[in-house]
Each structure stands twice: as C-alpha cells, then as structure tokens.
T-cell receptor
Framework: GAVVSQHPSWVICKSGTSVKIECRSL??????MFWYRQFPKQSLMLMATSNEGSKATYEQGVEKDKFLINHASLTLSTLTVTSAHPEDSSFYIC???????????????FGPGTRLTVL | QKEVEQDPGPLSVPEGAIVSLNCTYSNSAFQYFMWYRQYSRKGPELLMYTYSSGNKEDGRFTAQVDKSSKYISLFIRDSQPSDSATYLC????????????FGTGTRLQVTL
C-alpha cells in the first residue's frame, strides 16, 4: 500500500516549451503533496507544498510563475515547468502525505521521480 | 554552509560488515530525524525516524541522534548485498510529514 506514481518517468523537451509532470497517490487520499528537485550530486530540495483545493506554498527562491502547481483532487497533483530552459534540467520528485486509505498520516511517500532534460 | 552535511561516498563494504552512515546539521530547531533508502530509479523509502535525541533500533538498523553535537548516525549490522542503495538523512522541525531538509545521500555498495 501507500504507492505514489509519477508520469512521465523521463522527458526531453526543447527550450521554451512547457512540460507537465503528474503525481498520483494510488491507494490513498493525500491532502498534502510536496514537490522536490534534485540536481546531480546535490540533495533533494523542497520546491513547494501543495494542499488540495488551495494555492501551493513555494519555498524561497522558487519562481511560482515558472513552476505551476495544481492539486485539483485528493489523488493528483501536477507540476508544470513553463518556458523550460536547460538550467531547469533536473530530477523532480513528488511525495504525498499519507491520508485516508493505506498509509501513515505521519509519513511522506515518495514517487519514483521524473528526469527532465531541456535541450 | 549547507543545513545538512552528508558524505556522498561511495562507501564499499564486504557482506556482513557493520556500516556506519552519518550526517551533521546546523539548524538547532530540527526535532525529527529520518533515514531514507533510495534504490536506483526509485523514490526514497522511509527506513526509520527518531524524535529528538536518543537511539532507535529496528532489526539490523540502529539510528542515533546526538542533538548536543548536531550529529546523527545510522548503523547497519550484518550488511547484505540487498542493502546496496543510496541512504539519505532528512530532518524537520515539525514532523516526518512536514517540510524535510535532506542530506546529499551516501551511496553504499555491499559486495559479496
């Protein structure tokens, strides 16, 4: 139980285009989801916290107009990288806080990540 | 200075060895200390967590937290090849489901 999926697992796009990444909690409802970014040889960095039905809270230094987050349902959050540039190339991982269904409310369950490469 | 420092390794040990992984941190407000294991192309998986200072044991794994030194450790006894993965420490002020601050992760290889 407590499985989180991400789609796509990897994506290559041209500079200037937008890319949408989906994060789904498969067997539980998650009122809170988190989006992280990891550059090579660096730690996972929290980008934003997403609560269902409300605006995401972004960490300092993360452009909210560039990284659009939508948490429209209890099982789905999306991250859209708008006008992507090569410096946005990174590994993006989401996590979901356990809620009703399987999963512990005090645990973040992580997705497998999405590798974004911007040419 | 990073909030959380972790030696990236790689660390290579023979099967059966005791493995010691550790992290240091600078934020004295951290109260929850977690260890995650991440296999290649997978998301991090919570191994165990500790609240405040002290030790916690779970099978072959022992987590230690020394808040006075801002130092945490994870020990793996009788290491197995299946333990080969990247181990990430993470910390938070408000709980294991709150904002986490991660170390860079230590890559561990357990050889036969």
């Amino acid at each position: 139980g407590a499985v989180v999926s991400q789609h796509p697992s990897w994506v290559i796009c041209k500079s200037g285009t937008s890319v949408k990444i989906e994060c789904r909690s498969l067997d539980f409802q998650a009122t809170t989801m988190f989006w992280y970014r990891q550059f090579p040889k660096q730690s996972l960095m929290l980008m934003a916290t997403s609560n269902e039905g409300s605006k995401a809270t972004y960490e300092q230094g993360v452009e909210k107009d560039k990284f659009l987050i939508n948490h429209a349902s209890l099982t789905l959050s999306t991250l859209t990288v708008t006008s992507a540039h090569p410096e946005d190339s990174s590994f993006y991982i989401c996590s979901a806080r356990g809620g009703s269904g399987t999963g512990n409310r005090d645990t973040q369950y992580f997705g497998p990540g999405t590798r974004l490469t911007v040419l | 200075q990073k909030e959380v420092e972790q030696d990236p390794g790689p660390l290579s040990v023979p099967e059966g060895a005791i493995v010691s992984l550790n992290c240091t941190y600078s934020n004295s407000a951290f109260q929850y200390f977690m260890w995650y294991r991440q296999y290649s192309r997978k998301g991090p998986e919570l191994l165990m967590y500790t609240y405040s200072s002290g030790n916690k044991e779970d099978g072959r794994f022992t987590a230690q937290v020394d808040k006075s030194s801002k130092y945490i450790s994870l020990f793996i006894r009788d290491s197995q090849p299946s333990d080969s993965a990247t181990y990430l420490c993470a910390m938070s002020e408000g709980g294991t489901a709150s904002k986490l601050t991660f170390g860079t992760g230590t890559r561990l290889q357990v050889t036969l």
